[in-house]
């Protein structure tokens, strides 16, 4: 027998991800994403899907680049809070402690804390229901030589992390 279930729930565990944007001279903000991928090698791309009406997805659309920045397992507690709280009410940066970097080639800042980062500059951006997907073109990419190494572990998604962390977003007007 078969019985209904919300889709997304056997789409889990997903790898977390910090996603940093905006101006690490003026605005930034970071936001938690599971819905990143890659999806072409040559060249290389990225597809990360943020809620439209999002601090993130404004200060995307207007310098048209972001930070992928993989977390370690250490910072699950800040990965929650900046997946639960708006850029547009909180300074996630301040709240949490987590440190802000200049990247090798963007204007959004990296996370120090995280292990390893991907600059990229949209390409392209998709309306898809009440996200947005953004296609970045992956122009930097490096990681802590630890987490190469095998040594440090990173963060993944469970099944409940879209209950908890959708069901406090605000819906799209």
Same mark, same amino acid.
């Given at each position: ?99 802000? !970097? ?21 390409? !392209? ?49």
């Amino acid at each position: 027998m078969r019985t209904d279930v919300e889709y997304l729930e056997f789409m889990w565990p997903m790898r977390h991800f910090l996603l940093t944007c905006g101006d690490i001279e003026r605005k930034s903000n970071i936001i938690a994403v599971s819905f990143c991928m890659p999806v072409s090698k040559e060249p290389p791309l990225i597809a990360c899907a943020i809620g439209r009406g999002t601090y993130s997805c404004k200060l995307i659309e207007d310098t048209e680049e972001f930070v992928v920045n993989v977390p370690p397992k250490e910072l699950k507690s800040k990965i929650y809070y900046c997946g639960f709280h708006s850029g547009y009410q909180v300074d996630k940066f301040k709240e949490t402690g987590l440190t802000p !970097q200049p990247a090798r080639k963007v204007k959004a800042p990296t996370i120090e804390e995280c292990v390893a980062y991907m600059e990229c500059k949209v390409r !392209q951006e998709i309306e898809t229901g009440e996200k947005n997907l953004f296609i970045g073109e992956v122009i930097e990419a490096y990681a802590d030589e630890a987490l190469v190494k095998g040594e440090k572990n990173i963060e993944y998604a469970k099944g409940d992390f879209p209950k908890k962390i959708y069901a406090t977003r605000f819906k799209i007007p």
